[in-house]
Nanobody, 121 residues
């Protein structure tokens, strides 16, 4: 069974940094794309950043210029380097991946359990 596990969340000050990780495990043929989403209290889920297996990236408007997404395909792991954090970045951050478990199987979406990021002075 495919599983996504996030780590690295926690407490940070405005202007500080955090680095999130998402590790995928299980029977995996490919992961494309892989991304970070977040949900703040009372708000809808929004894209933070996503990355394809070849390294191309897309960022949500709130993350552009401050966050950097990367991945290590050999480890099936994705990272989110979060710099210049703001209080508005406070949210639960979720890892998402589109995964094929066989070369010819249908693609399926998977979500991690989420990791809390809290930015406060």
């Amino acid at each position: 069974q495919v599983q996504l596990v996030e780590s690295g969340g926690g407490l940070a000050q405005p202007g500080g940094s955090l680095r999130l990780s998402c590790a995928a495990s299980g029977s995996i043929f490919s992961i494309d794309p892989m991304g970070w989403y977040r949900q703040a209290p009372g708000k809808r889920l929004e894209l933070v950043a996503r990355i394809a297996s070849g390294g191309s990236t897309d960022y949500g408007s709130s993350a552009k210029g401050r966050f950097t997404v990367s991945r290590d395909n050999a480890k099936n792991t994705m990272y989110l380097q979060m710099n210049s954090l703001k209080t508005d970045d406070t949210a639960v951050y979720y890892c998402h991946a589109v995964i094929a478990t066989t070369p010819t199987g249908d693609l399926a979406e998977y979500w991690g359990q989420g990791t809390q990021v809290t930015v406060t002075s």
